[in-house]
């Protein structure tokens, strides 16, 4: 058995056997993970004896239940119009360029992913973006580029 | 008994059930009301909005099919406010609905463009979307395709094969304007759990969901004059078939529809009922086998109870879901895959044709048949044993494209050699149909003696129920079978995937004691098969069974081992049932699948 069938029994004894259960458990593989994958929606289906597809059809729901591979540290970079009238678009162009990717890639060695998402709720600071958990506000291409240099610096 | 409450509709007092839903109580008044994501096979959903009423006094503009109806109610269902709220729906559905109609399989045949013909949307009022949503085509299935850009996201498919069927082949994924009908993680539908049964399809009310067609082939064939085609026609197309060409619900047409396959030009003529009948000989045989192996022999290699295997969508249910129970499944191929088998082997030997020269098509109520059909397993007569199958839909797209009139035809009679059936045969077209005509053979087998019901009519085993069971004593054997002396042979029926998945559960607990099952992947059997024509409900269902069961009645051979063609197969070609022979040709094995 692997790590990840391993996470997913620990987390359906948990949480229960329900179908109700199902998003916890995802949220718990998403938690360590950062993302689900196909072999871990099945073991969740093989868990709790429910259809493949709706363990799909319930993570592809929710934006931020990955089913594609993230890197380490998810950037997600706000889309919506507060964000964007205080100049997303530059924010966007300052990540991209120092990261060498583009919206929805992640970098080769697997450490970053850049995304965009909806409101964060932070329209007075805006622009805003997530960096996995932790927030940052009142973005300007230069604090960018020092915030990332920070991550870029740090270990997994 | 169920209170009364007094609503009006349009102005119309009526006094309906509090339980009905104001679509319901709309219908007693013979009032339509427009509905898309709505299916009287299915739950409510709700979501496609176009059966929308006012209710006087309120704001609300109430989905008429999720509403219940309330005591005092005032209803309109054509008010101005209404029609425009209702044209508005309508416009929004084909602002994201690719609605080129003229390139569509479903044109003419589309609730969604019916609605738009009724309603008259002629401009476009809203920005269209279609381009934008990066619409998929899944094309790899020879059974079924499926087009996101024609789909409304009504959900009638997602429900179809969850509550119908209980495979769950398909879901919602995504969400808001990304929202659409997936797959599990988006995969081909031949690369999923998918059965082909192809409810989906009879339940779609758009383009979304159709079956591959076949038709340019089966055209090009007909019109080479070196190919010698061959056509079967399965039992419920000749209850169908007369839906799409004009006739009322539940009439049958079989001679008219042997005249126009005849007229479109194929060289023979044949049925399906033949090889069901043959069917009958080589399973009920086989059930006897395993009887006496199990119960005498005691052989722990032989599994009870025996399950039939003439629905293609059962077979790949079970090869996914189940598939420890594959050695219980009957080894005969489907009368579909033994008639293609005979075509090419037995029919070209008579015929003194070259078998590489027979193309042999098959008309079936069945998507999953053309997955069958296209099987690696299914090349037992040195070619591929079934060249193209049809569905009883695209057969009538055929007659109509010929011009020819179909109300208008005589009755003609099946070509001989492979084309003699009995009453025991038709049934197979319903749910129970191949459980009666085995019981109607094997008990004649065993005591020498008819079945003891009135007529052959082995009521027990038929109707609606998802699940039936019948006990059947057995008394005073011939000598062979003496063993059986007393034994009551226990036999139950499914329907619905849904139904099969209970009988299966039932099995895996070891809480029954069945010898004999009978599972059609489709409700009602193959008359309410995917390949039937749109709609498909439950009363169409019943017309439908009524009208195999007056069929049978009027057979004048009713049981398949008194089948004068299957009498003669056995003397000049395949021995005796169960034969070496008959193993070559007419039997098979399955294997399992992935289950996610």
């Not at chain 1, 678009?89 to 080769?108: C, S």
Request: proline share 5%.
């Amino acid at each position: 058995m692997n790590s990840t069938q391993t996470l997913i029994k620990d987390l359906a004894r948990q949480y229960g056997r329900d179908r109700r259960n199902l998003l916890p458990i995802i949220q718990g593989v998403v938690e360590q993970e950062n993302y689900i994958s196909e072999f871990a929606m099945i073991e969740i289906a093989k868990e709790l004896n429910m259809p493949a597809s709706d363990v799909f059809g319930t993570a592809s729901f929710y934006s931020f239940l990955e089913h594609r591979k993230m890197g380490f540290y998810v950037i997600r970079v706000c889309k919506t119009i507060a964000c964007a009238m205080k100049g997303t678009n530059q924010i966007m162009h300052a990540i991209e360029d120092m990261l060498k990717v583009k919206i929805g890639e992640t970098t080769p060695d697997g450490k970053f992913t850049v995304l965009q998402t909806n409101c964060l709720g932070w329209c007075h600071k805006a622009p805003a973006m997530l960096i996995n958990d932790e927030v940052f506000t009142d973005l300007s291409p230069e604090r960018v580029r020092e915030i990332l240099g920070e991550y870029m610096r740090k270990n997994r | 008994m169920n209170e009364k409450v007094n609503i009006t509709i349009n102005g119309v007092p009526l006094r309906v059930d509090e339980n009905k839903t104001i679509l319901d109580a709309a219908e007693e008044l013979n009032i339509k009301i427009p509905t898309l994501c709505y299916h009287k096979d299915l739950c409510v959903a709700g979501n496609c909005r176009v059966c929308v009423v006012e209710q006087v006094g309120t704001n609300k503009l109430p989905a008429a099919c999720a509403t219940p109806v309330h005591d005092g109610m005032e209803i309109m269902t054509n008010s101005l406010k209404v029609r425009n709220a209702r044209k508005h729906i309508i416009e929004l559905l084909l602002a994201e609905h690719n609605a080129e109609c003229t390139k569509c399989y479903k044109n003419g045949n589309c609730e969604l463009q019916e609605l738009a013909a009724e309603y008259k949307i002629i401009n476009q009022e809203f920005m269209n979307l279609v381009a934008d949503h990066g619409c998929t085509i899944d094309d790899f299935s020879p059974s079924i395709m499926k087009d996101d850009s024609r789909c409304i996201r009504c959900q009638r498919c997602v429900r179809t094969c969850a509550e119908l069927q209980g495979v769950n082949a398909l879901t919602v994924a995504y969400k808001g304007s990304e929202m659409k009908i997936s797959t599990f993680f988006e995969k081909p539908i031949s690369d999923v759990v998918c059965t082909n049964c192809g409810q989906c399809v009879n339940h779609c009310p758009t383009g979304a969901l159709i079956e591959k067609n076949y038709i340019e082939e089966v055209w090009e064939a007909i019109s080479d004059p070196e190919k010698h085609v061959v056509v079967q026609t399965a039992p419920a197309v000749r209850v169908g078939l007369g839906e799409e060409l004009g006739f009322e619900v539940g009439e049958r047409v079989t001679g008219k529809m042997v005249a126009a396959l005849k007229r479109l030009g194929f060289d023979a003529v044949l049925d399906t009922d033949f090889t069901a009948d043959l069917t009958i000989l080589e399973e009920g045989t086989e059930l006897l086998h395993r009887l006496k192996e199990a119960l005498v022999d005691k052989n722990p290699d032989v599994k009870l109870p025996m399950a039939t295997s003439c629905s293609p969508g059962w077979i790949k249910y079970i090869e996914h879901m189940y598939p420890e129970y594959l050695p219980n499944l009957s080894s005969c191929k489907s009368p579909q895959q033994m008639f293609g088998a005979l075509v090419k082997t037995y029919y070209a030997k008579e015929r003194k044709i070259k078998p590489e020269n027979i193309i042999s098509v098959s008309i079936m109520p069945c998507t999953a048949k053309k997955f069958e059909a296209n099987r690696p397993e299914m090349h037992d007569s040195g070619y591929r044993d079934v060249d193209y199958v049809l569905t009883t839909r695209e057969l009538a797209i055929m007659i109509k494209q010929a011009g020819i009139e179909f109300m208008k035809l005589p009755d003609e009679h099946y070509d001989r050699l492979m084309g003699e059936s009995t009453g025991a045969g038709v049934i197979f077209g319903a749910t129970g149909g191949v459980m009666e005509a085995a019981l109607r053979t094997a008990y004649e087998i065993v005591t020498g003696r008819e079945v003891p019901f009135e007529n052959l009519n082995i009521t027990a085993v038929r109707g609606e129920d998802g699940l039936r069971e019948a006990k059947i004593k057995i008394e005073n054997p011939v000598k062979e079978w003496a063993f059986l002396d007393g034994v009551e042979l226990k036999c139950a029926v499914a329907h619905g995937l849904i139904n099969a998945r209970e009988v299966m559960e039932l099995v895996k607990s070891g809480k029954s004691d069945y010898h004999f099952i009978e599972v059609m992947a489709c409700p009602g059997g193959c008359l309410g098969g995917g390949g039937q024509p749109i709609p498909t409900d439950p009363e169409i269902r019943k017309r439908r069974m009524e009208a195999i069961y007056a069929e049978d009645m009027g057979m004048p051979i009713r049981k398949s081992h008194e089948n004068p063609e299957v009498k003669q197969i056995y003397q000049s070609f395949l021995g005796q049932p169960y034969s070496e022979k008959s193993h070559e040709l007419l039997h098979t094995k399955y294997l399992p699948r992935e289950r996610y």
